[in-house]
């Protein structure tokens, strides 16, 4: 009896041994798959693409890599997203025109045209009910395509723009942390591409592959990124029912948090990140700004609306001054 005894207790630290290193094992998986999942992100094909075609700019234009990155940037959201954000105004602004002419005409219509098969017919209220919604969703369908604004294109920015963002932020970061596969390393010039990078910076960041320690690259990141979404939500302040505006209020509040966040993010990233996403939140202003114009909304187009302001740009700076003497007051 003792023996057995002893044999099972001798027994139980070989369990748990087993157990423990299972354990190990398992956690060890999880870590190589998501080391696995991240490799395979910074090697993506078009990460590669961005970080070549970036390379291939500066060997070509002898522009020094800060140059290189604002003018690439520059030129990169200006040709895709101001034609993406003035595809999005069009659709928005023909949506308002067909939910507008639903209401003042097609709806009233069609409620006079089913209360008389009701009185001609004796339709139920049931029927009456399930024929007028048939009918107004199929004219409603016939006007989407009739204004050509279905609407999966008021997305079309952030289809483009997202990714862009992403494989562009991750390229940039794999060229000033020269992290790269095996296969690169033997065929591209990585380590020549990060010496570079850390001469070849301006002002007050000479080394674009550190971080900015004057914070002042991650302060131009933060702000410009809420200047963009102040104008944004300045520009729909006007045009959102009034049962939307907390849920867009919400909205707007939790990218004001992601803005915030964006500066410490951004003050131990390398200063050529920081730089691309300053110059990208800079030329993003402009382009928000651009399409407030009522002369650039003539040009491409963009229907006129009788809500549109006559004078966005003193709008914006009046809506500016409220919102600081709100907080000033609040403070």
């Known amino acids: 009896m003792m023996s057995l005894r002893s044999s099972v207790i001798a027994l139980q630290p070989m369990k748990r041994s087993r157990n423990h290193n299972t354990l190990i094992g398992l956690t060890s998986c999880r870590f190589l798959s998501a080391d696995s999942m991240f490799n395979k992100i910074v090697n993506l094909p078009p990460v590669h693409f961005i970080e070549d075609s970036l390379a291939a700019f500066h060997d070509s234009t002898g522009i020094p890599w800060a140059g290189t990155i604002v ?13 993406a954000q003035t ?26 045209a089913t209360d008389m098969q009701v009185l001609k017919n004796q339709w139920s209220e049931e029927k009456a009910k399930a024929s007028f919604k048939r009918v107004a969703n199929d004219v409603r369908r016939e006007k989407v395509i009739e204004y050509n604004c279905h609407m999966s294109k008021l997305f079309l920015p952030l289809y483009i723009q997202i990714p862009v963002w ?15 596969s095996t296969e690169r390393f033997e065929t591209i010039p990585v380590e020549e591409r990060f010496v570079q990078l850390s001469s070849e910076g301006c002002l007050w960041f000479p080394n674009l592959t550190i971080p900015d320690h004057s914070l002042i690259l991650p302060a131009i990141v ?24 907390k849920m867009s209020q ?24 920081a730089l ?24 491409v187009r963009i229907p006129k609306l009788a809500k549109d302001p006559m004078y966005p740009y003193h709008d914006i700076k009046n809506n500016f001054i409220s919102l600081f003497k709100k907080n000033a007051e609040k403070s």
């Open 276 to 299: 691309y996403w300053a110059t990208s939140g800079i030329v993003g202003i402009m382009i928000n700004l651009l399409l407030l114009s009522p002369k650039y909304r003539k040009l």
């Open 166 to 180: 992403l494989f562009t932020s991750v390229g940039i970061r794999n060229i000033a942390l020269m992290r790269a």
């Open 250 to 273: 919400r909205i707007t509040y939790f990218l004001y948090t992601i803005s915030i966040l964006m500066i410490p993010l951004a003050s131990i990233q390398p200063s050529a990140l």
């Open 87 to 112: 595809t999005s105004q069009k659709v928005a602004s023909k949506r308002f025109l067909l939910f507008k002419e639903m209401e003042d005409k097609i709806i009233p219509a069609l409620r006079k």
């Open 71 to 83: 003018v690439c940037t520059s030129g990169l959201r200006f040709l895709l997203s101001l034609p």
């Open 222 to 245: 933060g702000i410009s990124f809420a200047t963009n979404i102040f104008i944004s939500s300045s520009r729909l302040q006007n045009s959102v029912e009034s049962s939307r505006n």
